[in-house]
């Protein structure tokens, strides 16, 4: 298996059929919490901003809405496209997409919004969520809380993963680039039943904490409605890994 580095590829992003099963363990809460806030704000038509091998998109379409999806991986969008034809797939970037003013929510979740890991990627791509949403659209924002990693220090650990569908684990460390401001998660993967090395990759993403993801957000035409600490709406103290953010767009 051929070595991958980078910040989007982790080694089983080339395998659909693994991050099926990745999305599926997770699907079924986050879209009971987004299928409650759509209904809320009468949301039919939707954006998944990363949305991997479709899973949510096929659950929410099966809840009575209209999703959109797009991911920067080929692979996974092709085992999209072949598991429900009638959404929507297609490939791009989350700075780079070409919607306007078609959707009531944007929704990025599994930390996709890290990736844009400068201050001029993370405006471009807030930029082109607004630029995607309707009058008073929504936006949900579902990364990871540096707060809580950095309390728990967490980064300064090596990890065991266990083992996956392909046969193996990964020796995961953390590190930070203070400077930067950036997550750094280095994976080594092994064959599980020869512990011999595979492949490893480099994950980079952005740390930001919530009152900076406010000040983004506010700078980009949204209002921040709510944030939340896990996909529970009694969950509103930000003390787990996850931050769930609540915008709107401004009215002018």
Not at 155 to 175: D, P, Q, T
Request: hydrophobic share 35%; charged share 30%.
């Amino acid at each position: 298996m051929a070595k991958k580095d980078g910040s989007v590829h982790r080694i089983w992003y080339d395998e659909p059929t693994l991050w099926a099963s990745e999305q599926d363990s997770r699907v079924d809460k986050e879209c009971k919490f987004l299928d409650k806030l759509f209904k809320k704000y009468k949301v039919k038509k939707i954006l998944d901003v990363g949305c991997g091998a479709g899973s949510h998109c096929i659950k929410l379409k099966n809840l009575g809405y209209f999703p959109v999806g797009v991911d920067l991986n080929k692979k996974l969008i092709q085992y999209a496209k072949k598991k429900s034809p009638e959404i929507d797939f297609s490939v791009a970037d989350q700075k780079n997409l070409g919607f306007n003013k078609e959707f009531d929510a944007v929704y990025t979740l599994c930390t996709v919004i890290a990736y844009a890991i400068t201050n001029e990627d993370l405006v471009k791509t807030l930029k082109n969520h607004y630029r995607a949403l309707k009058k008073n659209g929504l936006l949900i924002i579902d990364t990871f809380n540096p707060i809580i990693f950095i309390d728990k220090a967490e980064y300064e650990h090596e990890r065991k993963n266990k083992e996956n569908a392909l046969g193996l684990y990964a020796i995961r460390k953390y590190s930070v680039d203070e400077n930067k401001q950036l997550s750094i998660d280095e994976a080594t993967f092994y064959n599980a039943k020869t512990n011999k090395k595979v492949s490893s990759d480099k994950s980079v993403k952005r740390m930001t904490f919530p009152q900076e993801m406010r000040f983004f957000l506010e700078q980009t035409g949204f209002s921040v409605l709510d944030f939340y600490g896990d996909f529970d709406f009694k969950h509103k103290k930000l003390d787990s890994h996850r931050m769930i953010v609540i915008a709107q767009k401004k009215k002018f």
